[in-house]
Nanobody, 121 residues
Framework: QVQLVESGGGLVQAGGSLRLSCAAS??????MGWFRQAPGKERELVAA????????YYADSVKGRFTISRDNAKNTVYLQMNSLKLEDTAVYYC????????????????WGQGTQVTVSS
């Protein structure tokens, strides 16, 4: 059974940091992505990477502040979020799929349940 389980969300003040985790199990994954969806907005891809490593992708809105990484031994992908802003408030989702262009938000066929990140002033 394929599972992606996110954790690490919460309430943080603007300028603070959080690290989201996505524990993956059930099969071999190739492309891993972190998405977010704020109330009234469309879901957007914020970061992506190949499970094998190498290239990464970041949305312009998070570039320089967020870092995607993975720990092969733990089968876990992380999203380190620094210098958080009010506009980063959203539900964050981990997603996985077959190999595809990292900047593409389509092609993901496995999703986690989401974790809430709330940034306060």
């Amino acid at each position: 059974q394929v599972q992606l389980v996110e954790s690490g969300g919460g309430l943080v003040q603007a300028g603070g940091s959080l690290r989201l985790s996505c524990a993956a199990s059930g099969r071999t994954f190739y492309t891993m992505g972190w998405f977010r969806q704020a109330p009234g907005k469309e879901r957007e891809l914020v970061a992506a990477m190949f499970w094998s490593g190498g290239s990464t992708y970041y949305a312009d809105s998070v570039k320089g502040r967020f870092t995607i990484s993975r720990d092969n031994a733990k089968n876990t992908v992380y999203l380190q979020m620094n210098s958080l802003k009010l506009e980063d408030t959203a539900v964050y989702y981990c997603a996985a799929g077959p190999p595809h262009h990292l900047s593409s938000s389509s092609g993901y066929n496995y999703w986690g349940q989401g974790t809430q990140v709330t940034v306060s002033s």
